[in-house]
């Protein structure tokens, strides 16, 4: 059974910087894609960042410059470096792998910005 497991969200002041974590349990066979999305309050989920195929990533355009994805294939892990947090990144972010067969998401971790 695949649980994935965030962690690294809290509370920062607008400009901070926070690096969210993801490790996933157990197996997951040819990846497609993993990566990260939010929801804020009354939104609808929505991308932040995600690797596909291992090679090509893709930005929302409200984080691209601020936000930078990476992943480690032999810890199953995926990581959100997010730098000049605004107050509008608040939100519960989710990380996702999904290959062909199964789409797994984590439980969010909150991120708030605020003064």
């Known amino acids: 059974q695949v649980r994935l497991v965030e962690s690294g969200g809290g509370l920062v002041q607008p400009g901070g910087s926070l690096r969210l974590s993801c490790v996933a349990s157990?197996?997951?066979?040819?990846?497609?894609?993993l990566g990260w999305y939010r929801q804020a309050p009354g939104k609808q989920r929505e991308l932040v960042a995600v690797i596909i195929q291992g090679e090509r990533t893709d930005y929302a355009d409200s984080v691209k410059g601020r936000f930078t994805i990476s992943r480690d294939s032999a810890k199953s892990a995926v990581y959100l470096e997010m730098n000049n947090l605004k107050p509008e990144d608040t939100a519960v972010y989710y990380c996702?792998?999904?290959?062909?067969?199964?789409?797994?998401w984590g439980q969010g971790t909150q991120v708030t910005v605020s003064s």
């Open positions: 157990g197996s997951i066979f040819s990846i497609n894609g």
């Open positions: 996702r792998f999904w290959n062909k067969w199964s789409d797994y």
